[in-house]
Every structure is written in C-alpha cells, then in structure tokens.
C-alpha cells in the first residue's frame, strides 16, 4: 500500500492523519477506520456512494470506462470463451479451471443437483399464485435445515461443500418454483445434461416426452448466467456479507440477498422493464415515457436505464443485446415487437440531453427481460434467474468475508436526529 496520507483540519481540533490505500485498480480509499477514535467523529454517507466496506480480489467494476473484471478477466472474454461453471470456478478458486479441473467440478456440481424430497413439501404450503421470488426466499432458507453435518465455516472443506450444494441446487430449486405455479410436476435433474441445459429441461421439460434442449438457447442462457454471476458490492451482496458477518449460516445469508436482489431499484428492474416495454406498447408513446422520467413531479423511472457506477455503457448491456439478437434470431423472431421497441427506446433516450447529462444508460437489465421472454421464461421468473446466476458471487464473496483476518461483525453508527433526551409523563398529566 502507498504511504500516502490525508490530513483532516477539524475547528477546535488539531489536524489529523489518516493513511491512503491504494487499490490494484480503481479510487484510492482513506482508511477512516480509526476517526472516531481519534476525532469522535463519524463519517455520513447514506446510500454508501463514497464508501468503500471490505477489500476483495473478487470483481472490479470502472463505472467511467464500462469494464467489469471478474478476477481480473474482461466480462466480454469470460462470456465468449467460458461456460458459466468455469465462470463459477474462477470466481470461488481465483484462477480458471484447466480442462480435469473443468470436468472434475462439473461433475461434482451435478452429484449435488437433487433436493432433499421433504424440501419439496415446502412449496405446497404456497398459493399457487405465489410470486416465485417469495417462494426462493422461504425454501433457500430453509435449506440450512437440511445440512447439520457441514455447519462448521471455520472448516474450508465445510464451507467448498456448502458452495458445491448452493450452485448445484439453486438451478433444481427455481424450476421447482416455477412448475410450482404451473401446476405440473417437479423435474428431477438429468446428469446426462451440463447445468445450464439440465435447468431447462427441469424448467421446460415434463414427464411425458424427453426435453430436447437447442444448443443456441442453451449457450444464450448461459451467457445469462456469466453477465448475472457478481458485481462487487451491490445492494444484494452486501446484504449476503452483511448478514454473514454475525456469523449465520450461507444459506440464510443466500436467502437475505434474494430478498434484497428482488426490489425493483435491483434485480427486479427486469421483470420492471418489461412491464413497462409492455405498458409504453409501441414506439408512438416513447416520448411521453421519457418525458415522465424527467418529470421531477412523476415517480417513473426508465426501468433498466441508470446505475450507481456504470456512468458509461454497462458492458453486460451490449452482451445481452447481442445475445437477445442471436436468440430473437434462432426463434425467428427478428421482428419481435418488445425488442424494437426497446432498441428505439435507448436510441432516442441516449440522444435526450437529460439522460446524457446524468449518465444513463442501459443497465443490464434492460435486455434480460426482452431475451428471457423469448426464452419461454415467464416475467415473474426472471429475478430468479437473476438469484440463481448470482449465487455464485454472493457465496463468493461470503467466503471472502468469513476468511478475511480483518473480519468483524458489520455493525453502521447513525446520525440521530430523533428526540432529545426527555423524562416520561405521568399517564394522567399526558395531552
Ligand atoms: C442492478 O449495484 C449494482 O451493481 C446492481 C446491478 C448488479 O449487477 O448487482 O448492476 C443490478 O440493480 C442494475 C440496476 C437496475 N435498476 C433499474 O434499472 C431501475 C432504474 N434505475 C434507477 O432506479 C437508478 O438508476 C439506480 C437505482 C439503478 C441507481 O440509482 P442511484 O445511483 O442512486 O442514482 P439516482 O437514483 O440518485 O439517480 C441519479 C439521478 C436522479 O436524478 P436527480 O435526483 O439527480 O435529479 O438520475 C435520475 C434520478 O432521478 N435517474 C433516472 C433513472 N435513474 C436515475 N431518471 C430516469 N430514469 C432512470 N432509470
């Protein structure tokens, strides 16, 4: 690290030195950790916009420049040379997985793709019309209960066969949540399948007739899950490292950061997107949308427009364009309606002064939605996706954080502007 340092000129206070970290890339950070000690003061930043809360090798984001670096490989290489459990490998491992490495964790991947069958009794205790996300929530939760024997993260072995069983099972446990809603049966996994085929077949396929999965929309789907796989210190992953710091066990913090990941700012900006794609309806109205996302007076955001870092392109948005082109392709519909009239809609809103002057642009989200309709996945399914391809990054940066020497429980201070200090009334003397 530099010996570099900032000195903070307090009224009333001397100055006062605190070093500066430098990061392989990206914004230098002052290590705070020690100014209320020496100052009693706190540092204000809600919304964490200048707030830098761990060091991690796992993903590294330049919001200036739209590049994304998943243990310092470029998303657009991973996403055309990898598949997404080689993507999964190097996120755990740090290093890309050589071809008996690539087999050998594919094959264990697939010895833990079933479900305990009690675990499959949960979804009956749902409304069939039960929103997909509530339902993830409610049984990832409960997969601790099925897992005593590996409950110790001090142990790696125990925490590699929690990661093993997450990434194998979430893929079974949304095809679960989604025939659930459908009414027809559970899919079991099929081993003669690679993970992203098997998941739809568990998805698509029934009993009655063998699925037979299309190359193209298979590899489609699996870029899917590359873009979704981590995103350094997202709403959703802090929440999976905030909620692991007290030390609760993977599956619970997993559970948490579907929570998180559903709202509608976050990973339910997909299924938002399309709804509003649907409500716009043709390119006729795109003006009026726009101008509802200026007004200050209107709520309306251009959902999948915008992002907390990326003030350029969002370079997992050019991907899923390319792949939603390749599958609108494959399916024969070039001229499908929503994806025409979401190209028109980025194009006149990256012309419109307001949106280049706030740097929005298409986010990941704005494609996923259009693709994953195409794909056959219904709206409500496409946050699970989302959860699904993330599970990886949030268990990954979970290990990262139960094996930093420098963890402890996170625990924010507050600025209270409440009350002051005051006795209790009498009952009887109370207005
Ligand atoms: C994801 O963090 C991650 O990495 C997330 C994610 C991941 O992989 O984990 O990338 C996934 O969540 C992508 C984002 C999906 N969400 C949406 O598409 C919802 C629409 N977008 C916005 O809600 C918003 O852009 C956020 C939430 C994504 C970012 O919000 P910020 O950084 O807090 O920015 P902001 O809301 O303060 O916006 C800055 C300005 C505001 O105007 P002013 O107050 O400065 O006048 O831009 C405006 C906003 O009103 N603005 C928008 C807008 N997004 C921001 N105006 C219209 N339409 C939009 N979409």
Not at 45 to 69: M, N, R, V, W
Not at 111 to 126: I, P
Not at 194 to 209: I, K, L, Q
Not at 360 to 375: E, T
Request: proline content about 5%; charged content about 25%.
């Amino acid at each position: 690290m530099s010996e570099r340092k900032a000195t903070l000129n307090i009224e009333g206070q001397g100055p006062v030195d605190f070093p500066i970290m430098s990061p392989t890339h990206g914004n230098d950070c002052i290590d705070i950790r020690t100014l209320g000690g020496k100052t009693g003061l706190f540092t204000y930043d809600s919304g964490f916009l200048s707030t830098a809360s761990c060091k991690s090798k796992i993903t590294f984001i330049d919001g200036d420049k739209g590049e994304l670096l998943y243990r310092g490989y470029p998303i657009e290489q991973l996403a055309e040379n990898c598949n997404f459990l080689e993507v999964a490998y190097l996120l755990k491992n740090g290093e890309l997985p050589n071809a008996s490495q690539k087999t050998a964790f594919e094959d264990t991947i697939k010895n833990h793709t079933m479900v305990h069958e009690q675990l499959a009794k949960f979804f009956s205790g749902f409304r069939r019309d039960a929103h997909p996300m509530a339902v993830m929530v409610g049984v990832v939760g409960a997969l601790s209960a099925f897992y005593h024997e590996a409950m110790d993260f001090s142990d790696a072995e125990h925490r590699s066969i929690s990661f093993n069983r997450i990434i194998a099972k979430m893929p079974t446990i949304v095809a679960m949540a989604y025939k659930y809603t459908t009414g027809q049966p559970f899919m079991y996994p099929r081993n003669d399948l690679d993970y992203t085929a098997n998941f739809m077949h568990m998805m698509f396929g029934t009993p009655c007739e063998t699925y037979k999965p299309n190359p193209v929309l298979v590899r489609a789907l699996d870029i899917i899950f590359t873009l979704h796989a981590d995103h350094e210190q997202n709403a959703s992953t802090s929440t999976v490292r905030l909620a692991g710091s007290s030390g609760a066990n993977p599956f619970a913090c997993i559970s948490a950061g579907i929570a998180c990941l559903w709202g509608p700012a976050h990973g339910g900006a997909n299924e938002a997107c399309l709804q509003m794609l649907e409500e716009i309806g043709d390119v006729s109205r795109v003006g009026e949308y726009i101008a509802r996302a200026k007004d200050k007076n209107d709520s309306f955001k251009l959902m999948g427009f915008g992002h907390r870092v990326y003030k350029n392109f969002d370079p997992r948005a050019k991907l899923m364009r390319q792949v939603c082109n390749d599958v609108l392709k494959e399916l024969g519909l070039e001229n499908d309606r929503l994806f025409k009239l979401a190209m028109e809609l980025e194009k006149i809103a990256l012309e419109d002064p307001y949106f280049v002057e706030k740097k929005l642009y298409p986010n990941v989200d704005f494609y996923s939605g259009i693709v994953q309709k195409a794909l056959g996945i219904p709206t409500s399914m496409f946050t699970c996706i989302f959860a699904l391809a993330r599970t990886v990054g949030w268990m990954t940066q979970w290990e990262e954080m139960i094996t930093d020497p420098e963890y402890k429980i996170g625990r924010p201070r507050q600025l209270y502007i409440g009350a002051a200090k005051r006795d209790v009334a009498p009952l009887a003397s109370r207005k």
